[in-house]
T-cell receptor
Framework: AQSVSQHNHHVILSEAASLELGCNYSYGGTVNLFWYVQYPGQHLQLLLKYFSGDPLVKGIKGFEAEFIKSKFSFNLRKPSVQWSDTAEYFC????????????FGTGTKLQVIP | DVKVTQSSRYLVKRTGEKVFLECVQDMDHENMFWYRQDPGLGLRLIYFSYDVKMKEKGDIPEGYSVSREKKERFSLILESASTNQTSMYLC??????????????FGDGTRLSIL
């Protein structure tokens, strides 16, 4: 069965610091990859997604992620975080061409200190 | 914009009660999902549905059942609530059955406490 690993459970950064959150998945086939964000008190929303093509994808609010197939990774990055980026971030995987069953990682809580 | 509405934000029930959590989406999505979210465990899929009257078990279906009598509504049922079912429950929907490339749209969640 596929699984998704997010090794950083809790990350604390100062404003303007650079961010990289790790995501690794364990499936050898073709996958579609997502990052979702959950701001305090709000519902999960899509941050960005990768289906095919350019492995560097850009999402909302200055976030980007790079798909590295050889490393089974889809790390999330942002050059300079803001206090408003404080949230929980979830990586997710769907098998390409299959049904819509998603496997989520355990999430990373990001706290940005002003 | 897709709207996924969960009937309650907070719910308190007693052990042994039968509990219904309701979810409605307004965008004619084929797929609907129920997750529970627990600290350190992320989102775990309980059940999902690809069509009316159709359901599939997720990763943790024990103690739960679901109902989908209409396309827009997906109900989660705790047959006999237990304290280990205290959690945040999230409903989600996505557009179509196949393709693997449909983002999910989430409701605000129901925080359920079983006493």
């Amino acid at each position: 069965a596929q699984s998704v690993s997010q090794h950083n459970h809790h990350v604390i950064l100062s404003e303007a610091a650079s961010l990289e959150l790790g995501c690794n998945y364990s499936y050898g086939g073709t996958v579609n990859l997502f990052w979702y964000v959950q701001y305090p008190g709000q519902h999960l929303q899509l941050l960005l997604k990768y289906f095919s093509g350019d492995p560097l994808v850009k999402g909302i609010k200055g976030f980007e992620a790079e798909f590295i197939k050889s490393k089974f990774s889809f790390n999330l990055r942002k050059p300079s975080v803001q206090w408003s980026d404080t949230a929980e971030y979830f990586c997710a995987v769907i098998l390409s061409g299959g049904y819509q069953k998603v496997t989520f990682g355990t999430g990373t809580k990001l706290q940005v200190i002003p | 914009d897709v709207k996924v509405t969960q009937s309650s934000r907070y719910l308190v029930k007693r052990t042994g009660e039968k509990v219904f959590l309701e979810c409605v989406q307004d965008m004619d999505h084929e797929n609907m999902f129920w997750y529970r979210q627990d600290p350190g465990l992320g989102l775990r899929l309980i059940y999902f549905s690809y069509d009316v009257k159709m359901k599939e078990k997720g990763d943790i279906p024990e103690g739960y059942s679901v109902s989908r009598e209409k396309k827009e509504r997906f109900s989660l049922i705790l047959e006999s609530a237990s304290t280990n079912q205290t959690s945040m429950y999230l409903c989600a929907s996505s557009l179509s059955r196949r393709g693997g490339n449909q983002p999910q749209h989430f409701g605000d969640g129901t925080r359920l406490s079983i006493l």
